[in-house]
C-alpha cells in the first residue's frame, strides 16, 4: 500500500512551517537506504501525549478527499504504535508563497494568476462544504512559477446542509488580522468569512509579503493609540466598524481594488462568491494579453 510510510525510512531534512499545534517538516523518504528516495512534507502534532484528538483525524480524512489541481495532494500517512501521528504531503520545493514572493519579483498578471488559482482551489472546497478559516499566503504553495496550491488544511470543518456558518469556542492564535468581522464579534465562520481572508491574502500578494505592509503591521499602524501597544482584537472590530480597511497596494489595479473591497464588505452577504471571482480575474487578466 502506497499510503503507508514507515517511520524508520523518514530521514529528517528540514522544517518547512509551524503553526499552533503542528508542524510541517520536510522528510527524505528513503527505504533503499541509499538516498534515491522522494522527498516528501511531513505534518506531525507538535504534543505527543500520546492520545491523538479526533480533529486531527478528521483534518487527514479531509485532505485524503480532496482532489484539486490547486490543492496540495495528500500521500499517505506514518503510523507509530497503531495509531497515526504523522500526514504525509507532496513536497514543494517552491516553498509557501511568502517566502516565494518575498524572493522574486512578480508582475502584476502572475499574481492575479496566483489569486484566480486560489480562488479555484477554494471554489473546490466550497462545493464538498467545507470551510477553510485559515485562508493566508503563509498556508499557499508554490509549485512552479504558474501553479500555486492550497497546503494547509488544519483549521477546515464541514459545513452541514442548511447551516450557513460555523461558530467556534477554541482562539488559540487565531489569526485574527485575517478574520471577517462576524468571526472577530461571534465567531461565526462561513463561506462569506473565507472570502474576506482571501481579499486579504490577495492583499498580500499584491504587496508581495513585503513585512512592512503584511496586515498585523498595517492594522496595527492604522490604530491611532502608541504603535508599541500590542491592538486588542476590540480595536481592531472599532477599526472595522469605521469601514477602515487594508490600504490598496501600490500596483494595484483599480477593478483589482473593488474585488478586495467587496471581499471585506461589512455583511457576508454582500461578499462575491469564489466562482465570481474567478470569472472577474478571468477577464481582467485577458486586459492584460
Ligand atoms: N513546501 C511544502 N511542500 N509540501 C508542503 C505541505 C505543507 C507546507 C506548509 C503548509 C502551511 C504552512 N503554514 S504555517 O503557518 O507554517 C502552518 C499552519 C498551520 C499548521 C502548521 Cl503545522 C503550519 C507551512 C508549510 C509546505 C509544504
Redesign the pocket.
Known amino acids: 500500500d502506497p499510503s503507508v510510510f514507515h517511520k524508520r525510512y523518514l530521514k529528517k531534512m528540514r522544517d518547512?512551517?509551524?503553526?499552533h499545534f503542528?508542524?510541517?517538516t520536510l522528510y527524505l523518504y528513503d527505504p533503499a537506504n541509499d538516498g534515491t528516495g522522494e522527498h516528501v512534507?511531513v505534518?506531525a502534532l507538535k504534543q505527543e501525549n500520546g492520545h491523538v484528538p479526533e480533529g486531527w483525524m478528521k483534518e487527514i480524512e479531509i485532505l485524503k478527499s480532496l482532489y484539486h489541481s490547486n490543492i496540495?495532494k495528500y500521500k499517505g500517512c506514518c503510523t507509530e504504535l497503531g495509531h497515526v501521528v504523522q500526514l504525509i504531503?507532496?513536497?514543494?520545493p517552491l516553498?509557501?508563497l511568502r517566502e516565494y514572493l518575498s524572493k522574486r519579483k512578480l508582475g502584476v498578471p502572475q499574481c492575479l494568476m496566483f489569486a484566480q488559482q486560489i480562488c479555484q482551489g477554494m471554489e473546490y472546497l466550497h462545493t464538498k462544504r467545507y470551510i477553510h478559516r485559515d485562508l493566508a499566503a503563509?498556508?499557499v504553495?508554490v509549485e512552479n512559477d504558474s501553479l500555486v496550491k492550497i497546503?494547509?488544511f488544519?483549521l477546515t470543518k464541514y459545513i452541514p446542509e442548511g447551516d450557513i456558518y460555523y461558530r467556534v469556542r477554541e482562539d488559540g492564535d487565531s489569526p485574527v488580522f485575517w478574520y471577517a468581522i462576524e468571526c472577530l464579534k461571534e465567531s461565526k465562520f462561513s463561506f462569506s468569512s473565507d472570502i474576506w481572508s482571501f481579499g486579504v491574502t490577495l492583499y498580500e500578494i499584491l504587496t508581495r509579503c513585503d513585512p512592512r505592509q503584511s496586515p498585523p503591521t498595517k492594522f496595527t499602524a492604522m490604530m491611532q493609540k502608541d504603535t508599541q501597544s500590542q491592538m486588542t482584537v476590540i480595536e481592531l472590530i472599532k477599526l472595522l466598524d469605521k469601514q477602515l480597511r487594508l490600504p490598496r497596494p501600490k500596483d494595484c489595479p483599480h477593478e483589482v481594488r473593488m474585488l478586495m473591497e467587496q471581499c471585506w464588505a461589512a455583511e457576508p452577504i454582500q461578499r462575491p462568491s469564489f466562482g465570481s471571482l474567478i470569472e472577474k480575474f478571468e477577464a481582467v487578466r485577458q486586459t492584460y494579453n
Open positions: 518547512l512551517g509551524e503553526g503542528g508542524m510541517v512534507a505534518k496540495v504531503m507532496e513536497y514543494l516553498g509557501s503563509r498556508n504553495l497546503g494547509d488544519g
